[in-house]
Every structure is written in structure tokens, then in C-alpha cells.
């Protein structure tokens, strides 16, 4: 491939990065080496069985990255909430390692529930976009319960945006 053709593919490339997002990146980079494998090999089929493989990979990476992500989010609030008695409120945060996606806010114990089988709060909590007392905010509201391991997320997760990693 040329040096110029290189240059459009990587533009092109990038330009597929910004407008799909992180969530297209598995796709993205199947049909980048696909197209490069049937190039390289003059044989289509190739090329098709490559990108499709590398396709597949690179989409199950990124849901498991995100639901790594979510995870950790939801193990925050969780032990948060844990910690507090019915009415409660705190503040929480999630520091990744990779700071990508740091979210904070507030949550609020609202119930206790407490049966035989396990005790569980339900939780309403914020995630604010941004810092102050003005910065926008969206609720949710969810279980925790207390398991062995200490207190874990107990709520389907919801269908909202937010999510759209785990969906």
C-alpha cells in the first residue's frame, strides 16, 4: 500500500473512531483487518474470515471492558449505601484506572428491608455531569443487598442510556 493510501486509511480510521465510538471500535478494526488481509493475500475470502474474527474480538473486548466499568461503578454505590442507615446520605465517587468515565455524586438510603433471606436497601443516587451545586444531574433508583462479600448491586440493570453497555 502506498504511503499515500496509508495516510486515507489511517484518516478514514479515525475518523470512524470519533463518529461510532468506543462501542464501534471491535467493528471498526474488523473491517480495517480484513480489508488489509484480502489486500495483502488477493483473496477475499480471507480477508472476510479475518475481519469477521477480529471483529467478533474486538466487540466482546469492549462490552467486557464496559461491563467491567459498570461493575466497579456499581460495587462503589453499593458499599456506599451499605454503610448507612435508613435516610442516610453520602456522597460517592468512582477513580478508574484508567480515568476515562469517572463519575461521582450523591446517594440516599431510602428503605431498609430486612427478611430472612437477606437484607437490602433500596438506594436513589445521582450522576452529575460536571462539579458545583448547579452541575445537572440525572437519579436512578436501585436495590443493594448484603451478601458474604459484603453489600452488591441487586437491580436489573436499568434501560436507560446510561447503561448501554450491559444491554
Known amino acids: 500500500?502506498?504511503?499515500?493510501?496509508?495516510?486515507g486509511g489511517a484518516v478514514l480510521l479515525s475518523a470512524g473512531l470519533l463518529l461510532g465510538g468506543c462501542k464501534d471500535l471491535g467493528t471498526i478494526a474488523g473491517i480495517a483487518s480484513g480489508s488489509a488481509s484480502a489486500a495483502a493475500t488477493g483473496n477475499p475470502a480471507v480477508g472476510v474470515a479475518v475481519g469477521i474474527g477480529i471483529g467478533t474480538a474486538g466487540n466482546f473486548l469492549v462490552r467486557y471492558?464496559?461491563?467491567?466499568?459498570?461493575?466497579?461503578?456499581?460495587?462503589v454505590i453499593a458499599s456506599t449505601a451499605g454503610e448507612l442507615p435508613a435516610g442516610g446520605t453520602a456522597p460517592w465517587a468512582i477513580h478508574h484506572f484508567i480515568p476515562i468515565g469517572n463519575e461521582h455524586g450523591e446517594l440516599h438510603v431510602i428503605d431498609v428491608l430486612s427478611t430472612p433471606i437477606a437484607v437490602c436497601k433500596e438506594v436513589a443516587f445521582t450522576v452529575m455531569d460536571g462539579n458545583g451545586a448547579t452541575a445537572p444531574r440525572r437519579w436512578y433508583r436501585v436495590a443493594v443487598c448484603r451478601d458474604p462479600s459484603g453489600w452488591k448491586w441487586a437491580t436489573a440493570e436499568p434501560a436507560v442510556t446510561r447503561w448501554n453497555l450491559l444491554q
Open 65 to 75: 471492558i464496559g461491563r467491567v466499568r459498570a461493575g466497579a461503578e456499581q460495587d
Open 1 to 7: 500500500m502506498s504511503p499515500a493510501g496509508r495516510r
